[in-house]
């Protein structure tokens, strides 16, 4: 779907909206604006509806806002805008808008707070009814007494974050049922009022289909995984270089580098969501690019703002390889919802923006995940290396050495290194000790820039660990609580070192043994050669 963009007016020194989700605030001071309005309009005209699901930081808050303002009828607000041809009549309607992002959700009071604090604001508006003892029952009145003194008799309901208590609660599954019956009596207003309701929108970073707030929504057209709107949230690689024109110019001078190259390097750090089968409509992360365009500088914004607890919550209760993230397919209805977040956390990970559609198998109707781009692939590493190791490091670990030692063919020397590193016990074992060994060696060649694979598979075995650079291959086989002489004598009896004989490269076997009560290596041994 094209879509008309602009610049805001009067936007000669451009401004960026860091941290702005208010439309009438950004439309009403000179910050550039990517013109969405033609989606709001088919939403608004072709459905009633809707369920959105989107990483942080994404724009969600926006688009609701800008929602807010369409069915308040400030038509001021959108002059010049797609929708402004598009709109002829303009009416108003009562907008119930919750936001739950601004709080923190420790118990059911928090969440009670929250919802009443909303709750009384309209009944100031709208009054209070008989007989109405909970929080639901006083969301059902609001919603009847708003439409009905409301010229066109219905209501607008937003939902911004829906999940938020949901997502809080993960680990805690006393706590998140609690979450679950207040959210389900409250949301199901949106269906047993539907007479009353003129549109309704719910956004969140995950579904959580298997605590049934979903199937009590079943009138809610998810749209997270529709071509029509796929760039929906997020800027296209024409909206970024139209709408932000001058200033990459600005950018590009800036760094002593031309255009061309500005745009490359922009592209390849913050483009590559894809939230279809559409590969051909790619948005970049909108929060990281405007961050970079601000400050002119070309850092890790959106990662830098903080993982969220629940990923260390699922991380902390799944024994699960990591290199699974990016090579295994999914179908539509495994991303749809988090149900096995636990022994498959790839969903989750997906929703939740670290993951995204690299390809999609029509005849299997099955999709290819990857990292969207190298801020996110390069933060994430560094996250999961810091979760393994802790961030205390200063014993007989360096970088600089123990990339050196690999790039120079010295395993020696760099296993040496990685037994100071696990030296430090600040860090946590968790799952299987084996995949933790290998998680943790994964992230750290991996931060390092190194090309590493883990469970290889060969036709007589899984190599553990293996690590290529441009003159050196190394096969890494683990034993925990063994000897390091099983370990090498494993590869050598699976001949693992096979698939490499007739590679130019200097090929090193090297058997680990990592130590449970040690919590670390406890011995190793190397062998050259295929």
Not at 264 to 285: H, I, M, T
Not at 294 to 304: C, G, H, I, S, T
């Amino acid at each position: 779907m094209e879509n008309p963009i602009i610049f805001a007016e009067n936007n000669e020194d451009m401004n960026y909206p860091i941290g702005i989700q208010t439309f009438k605030d950004i439309r009403t001071a000179d910050f550039a604006y990517v013109d969405k309005t033609a989606y709001v309009y088919r939403l608004v005209t072709k459905g009633k509806c809707y369920f959105l699901s989107r990483p942080r930081r994404f724009g969600k808050s926006l688009l609701l806002s800008t929602l807010k303002a369409y069915f308040q009828g400030k038509k001021e607000l959108f002059e010049g805008l797609a929708i402004a041809q598009l709109e002829k009549e303009w009416k108003q309607y009562p907008v119930l808008h919750i936001d739950l992002n601004a709080e923190q959700y420790n118990t059911p009071e928090a969440l009670n707070s929250t919802l009443n604090l909303s709750l009384l604001h309209w009944e100031k508006l709208y009054g209070i009814g008989e007989g109405e003892d909970t929080i639901a029952k006083r969301f059902q009145g609001v919603i009847v007494r708003a439409a009905q003194q409301s010229p066109e008799g219905k209501v607008v309901v937003l939902v911004d974050e829906y999940d938020k208590p949901l997502l809080e609660a993960i680990g805690n599954p006393e706590l998140q049922e609690k979450y679950r019956k207040i959210l389900k009596a409250f949301y199901s207003n949106i269906k047993s009022c539907d007479e009353y309701i003129r549109f309704a929108f719910l956004t969140g970073v995950t579904k959580f289909s298997h605590l049934s707030i979903f199937s009590g929504l079943n009138n809610l057209n998810d749209i997270t995984l529709d071509e029509d709107y796929a760039a929906l949230c997020g800027f296209t690689q024409r909206e970024m270089e139209t709408v932000f024109d001058e200033g990459i110019d600005e950018f590009a001078a800036k760094l002593g580098i031309s255009r061309e190259e500005l745009l490359e390097r922009l592209n390849k750090r913050y483009d590559g969501y894809c939230f279809s089968s559409d590969l051909s409509v790619k948005v970049y992360n909108p929060f990281s690019l405007i961050c970079a365009m601000e400050k002119m500088r070309l850092d890790a914004y959106w990662f830098a703002t903080g993982t969220p607890n629940f990923l260390v919550e699922v991380l902390n209760h799944s024994d699960f390889l990591l290199d699974r993230l990016t090579s295994e397919e999914q179908t539509a209805e495994a991303l749809d919802a988090i149900d096995a977040m636990y022994s498959n956390p790839i969903p989750l990970f997906f929703q939740s923006g670290y993951l995204t559609i690299k390809g999609f198998d029509s005849r299997f109707s099955s999709y290819q995940l990857g990292f969207p781009n190298t801020e996110v692939e390069q933060g994430f590493a560094q996250f999961m290396t810091n979760y393994y190791y802790g961030g205390n490091r200063n014993g007989g670990f360096s970088i600089t050495k123990f990339v050196k030692a690999v790039e120079a063919g010295e395993p020696e020397t760099f296993m040496t290194l990685l037994q100071a590193f696990y030296a430090d016990d600040d860090y946590q074992l968790v799952g299987a000790l084996e995949k933790y060994f290998q998680n943790s060696l994964l992230m750290l060649f991996k931060l390092m820039g190194f090309y590493v694979q883990v469970e290889r598979h060969t036709s007589r075995g899984r190599m553990d660990v293996t690590v290529q650079t441009r003159d050196y291959v190394y096969i890494l086989e683990l034993k925990v609580d063994q000897s390091a002489e099983k370990a090498l004598q494993q590869i050598d009896e699976k001949r693992y070192a096979a698939p490499f004989a007739a590679d130019q490269r200097k090929l090193f076997k090297i058997g680990v043994c990592f130590s449970s009560e040690e919590r670390g290596i406890s011995a190793w041994r190397v062998k050259e050669g295929v």
